[in-house]
């Protein structure tokens, strides 16, 4: 037994979204569940947050060798 009710699923984005076939069936399950309106996502990175990683993970050392 399914834990996906898919004939509703599949009804909620092929009819709902107009995803054609080959769409939905490529779609993760968390995908088609953003998709619907029915998660909330991951917040996008913000500059302070890039910064942060940049701080924390330069590309390439700094000239003095440190």
């Not at 993760?28 to 913000?46: V, Y």
């Not at 940049?54 to 050392?61: E, G, I, L, T």
Request: glycine share 12%; no cysteine.
């Amino acid at each position: 037994m399914s834990r996906f009710d898919w004939p509703a699923l599949m009804r909620a984005g092929m009819r709902g979204l107009g995803l054609r076939p080959a769409e939905f069936w490529a779609l993760t399950p968390a995908e088609l569940q953003l998709l619907l309106g029915r998660g909330d996502g991951a917040a996008p990175l913000r500059r302070d947050g890039l910064e942060a990683l940049m701080a924390a993970y330069p590309d390439a050392m700094e000239r003095d060798g440190a």
